[in-house]
């Protein structure tokens, strides 16, 4: 959309503007410097996303470099990490539901000014992740 609206200053500004709130919310749940990389490439602090990779890893069978702990109990931190990863998802779960219940419906109304299709917004209302990944009654599992 940007090449085919280069020129129309509005229209640049909005979907920058959009494209802005639609990273902010994906950057707040996966990091920015690992988005062309993988793990292995220690540039930055994790997000949500590889903070909870890391930690299934330490406390489950294991994954890549990390041995696991599958047959001990979780440290005492690691309950405590996930309590600090649990709130940095509910931010982003209520960041990404605010983008797709307020911020992209007016987005669509510009676009539809411009008689530009809308983007799909597929998941409203936006799913439980702590139901969908239920990672706490994991730890705690592992913790009895």
Known sequence: LEKKYAGNIKMERELQAMDKKIQKVE?????????????????????????????????GTGAGDVAGGADFGPTNIEPKLLAIIETHLAKGASEFQNLVSKEVPGFNRTLAGQGIAPLPTTLQPVPNLF????????VEAYAN
């Open 131 to 138: 139901t969908l990944y239920p990672v706490r009654e994991l």
């Open 27 to 59: 950057y707040t749940l996966f990091s920015r410097y690992l988005a062309p990389s993988d793990d292995k490439y220690y540039q930055s602090a994790y997000k949500v996303y590889y903070n909870l990779l890391w930690l299934n890893a330490e406390i």
